[in-house]
């Protein structure tokens, strides 16, 4: 009996060890797991095909061009260092035709072309005129019939000069007059060589195959 008595104690015994709190017991309580001590703050593991986070990028203002108030630059541009600056008695109308037909100064030679992209001599003086409703023969010999023939000396800026050129026996060339220096005669033309540029009568090639001058406008031009 004795013997039974110490068996039940001894089971008693441990039973209590084993209802004793341990610090093995699973916490499931986020505030509990605080208080032990033991909890930490989980750490996110990326997916294999996770693409990286991209930081959301804030919009950057776009610039505003102040507006600029765009004003068509007159025919005549009297500050220009253009071929009639000399010719103060030369009428705001030629003026405004001479510096015209400035704008195509370079432009290279093409035979019957009339734009920037190329042009011969009557298509550069045809252009020119029919900017200011002006219409003209295409061919530098229809050109040549038509208006007044002049004098030598009474040649004025805005009149054209003719030529007989590479030993033609009949007008085949033209050019605008731009400016007068004397007995000096300034003119634009095209040329095959060079395109459009500035001649000189004083030049000897020139001085040789010139024909004659007319004057197509009008007197109420001048």
Do not use: W
């Not at 432009?107 to 550069?124: A, F, H, I, N, P």
């Amino acid at each position: 009996m004795q013997k039974l008595k110490f068996i039940s104690f001894f089971t008693f015994l441990i039973l209590l060890v084993s209802c004793k709190p341990t610090n093995s017991v699973i916490v499931t309580n986020k505030d509990e797991a605080i208080k032990k001590g033991i909890y930490s703050t989980p750490v996110a593991h990326k997916k294999p095909n996770d693409k990286p986070s991209q930081k959301a990028v804030k919009p950057v203002a776009e610039t505003t061009k102040k507006d600029k108030t765009v004003t068509k630059k007159s025919v005549l541009n009297e500050s220009d260092n253009t071929v009639y600056t000399d010719n103060s008695n030369v009428s705001y109308y030629v003026k405004q035709l001479i510096n015209k037909a400035m704008q195509y100064n370079g432009v290279r030679y093409r035979g019957g072309g009339t734009t920037t992209e190329g042009m011969d001599c009557s298509g550069l003086v045809t252009t020119v005129f029919k900017s200011y409703d002006i219409s003209l023969p295409r061919s530098s010999f229809d050109m040549a019939k038509v208006g007044k023939k002049l004098n030598r000396n009474d040649i004025q800026v805005g009149d054209l000069v003719f030529f007989k050129t590479n030993g033609k026996k009949v007008i085949n060339h033209v050019g605008l007059v731009t400016e007068i220096k004397d007995d000096e005669i300034i003119f634009i033309h095209s040329t095959t060589q060079r395109g459009v540029i500035l001649s000189s009568t004083k030049e000897p090639y020139y001085q040789r195959t010139f024909a004659q001058a007319n004057r197509v406008l009008s007197e109420d031009y001048f």
